[in-house]
């Protein structure tokens, strides 16, 4: 029994190992406990709060609407819904969008389009959606069959049925693709949760040249890469494709709940009124947020300046390699940051907080950085000299 579960006193479930931190407030780069520490947070909330806490457009937006209407069910027309939906297809390949809450749902969203598609449009009984070793789709029943780890599914089963996992980044299995029948392909252009993996090029383009020659539905899971994350709105862009749909959440709404899926056309025929909803998706105050968030993110410099202290920032951590043989490798593309590390990423983390720097792990041995995209040269300054702090103490205490 852990210390936790002993702990009747605690009303939540046991669902998360939280840090012995409680954060209270948020700005910028910038958090703050309740004790009135202040700590650089290079998670952004795990990929969400792409543009910093609190930035001022989103809030300012969100209030507005807040005087207005905080709810009103999908039977009505929601402004800001269409408005979100224009800039999001305006900026992508996609022709449509569903909105809903969360990252899981967006995929649930795009596992049943997949399946109407299939049966529906193309009047074929396939059902199956191919994903990845390592993935990570998501909590829910389906989605977390949809991810490619074991220790997922444990206690769950039986999974949903219908997913195959192929290993990832590898050209010889994916031959095996001409002798299936899916409905879809899903895959992570950068395996966030599976250890900051990116996507290689080549197999990718093959990827999308079977989808497209056997009709398959390719279906990218941008919930961590998209919104900026990678350098670019959406991390396919820069891999030459042109996914079928596109499922994003976490920086969406800038920290507000949303996710949504982006199909073309053809695969958005797949849903019909009543083949799929949800009570919030879409909702006015967080289509609010995703507005002033996607609006700011494509008629601002931002993306571009980004780009930069990505580059900035791969160069400093090249550095802080040459000094720690602890670092094996870097990993990741614009501001999604993996170190694969000697021994434990969690021990590395923990350090880092003592020190008031919040990053995460990504599996056992990858430390995970994602800093904001408003990021300064000199947060990025901070962030190295802390973890030079951290890998000197465990280089001197031998640990
Ligand atoms: C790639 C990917 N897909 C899906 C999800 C699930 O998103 P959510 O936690 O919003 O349900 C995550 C969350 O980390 C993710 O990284």
Redesign the pocket.
């Known amino acids: 029994m852990t210390d936790n579960a002993s702990d009747f006193a605690n009303p939540l479930m046991e669902t998360y190992s939280r840090f012995p931190v409680t954060l209270v407030k948020g700005k910028g780069s910038y958090v703050w406990d309740d004790q009135g520490n202040k700590y650089l947070d290079f998670t952004s909330g ?2 969400t709060c792409n543009l910093g806490h609190v930035p001022e457009i989103v809030k300012e937006k969100v209030e507005e609407q807040l005087q207005n209407l905080w709810h009103c069910s999908n039977l009505y027309h929601i402004p800001n819904q269409k408005e979100l939906a224009s800039l999001l297809t305006a900026n992508s390949c996609g022709d449509r969008v569903f909105f809903c809450n ?6 649930e969203a795009a596992i049943k389009l997949a399946r109407r598609y299939a049966q529906k449009i193309k009047g074929t009984d396939a059902y199956e959606v191919i994903t990845f070793e390592k ?6 029943l389906a ?1 977390l069959s949809a991810t490619g780890q074991e220790k997922i599914h444990q206690g769950f089963l039986p999974l949903v049925q219908g997913f195959q996992y192929l290993p990832y980044n590898d050209l010889a299995t994916l031959e095996q693709l001409y002798n299936l029948e899916p409905a879809a392909v899903l895959l ?1 252009m950068v ?3 599976g250890g900051v993996i990116p996507a290689d090029p080549e197999w990718v383009q093959k990827l999308a040249q079977i989808c497209k020659e056997k009709d398959i539905l390719l279906m990218v ?5 998209g919104i900026g994350r990678t350098g670019t709105l959406f991390a396919y862009e820069q891999y030459g494709i042109e996914p079928d749909v596109i ?1 994003i ?2 920086g969406l709404g800038s920290g507000f ?1 949303i ?1 949504a899926i982006i199909a073309k056309e053809k695969a958005a025929q797949g849903f019909e009124p009543g083949s799929h909803g949800s009570t919030f998706g879409g909702n006015p105050l967080a289509t609010a947020a995703g507005v002033a968030t996607v609006s700011h993110l494509t008629t601002s410099n931002i993306l571009d300046q980004a780009a930069q202290i990505a580059d900035y920032f791969d160069t400093q951590l090249v550095n802080l390699k040459n000094k720690f043989s602890l670092i094996k490798e870097i990993r990741g593309i614009g501001l999604l940051k993996g170190l694969v590390v000697e021994g434990n990423a969690l021990k590395i983390v923990k350090k880092a907080l003592a020190h008031q720097l919040l990053i995460l792990t990504a599996g056992p041995d990858v430390v995970r950085i994602l800093p904001a995209l408003t990021s300064s040269i000199e947060e990025v300054n901070e962030c190295i000299t802390t973890l030079e702090k951290v890998f000197l103490e465990i280089r001197e205490k031998g640990e």
């Open positions: 795990i990929a969360s990252g899981a749902e967006a995929n993935s990570f789709h998501g909590r829910t989605t992570e395996q966030g949760e899971d941008e919930i961590q890469t499922s959440a976490k709940p996710g």
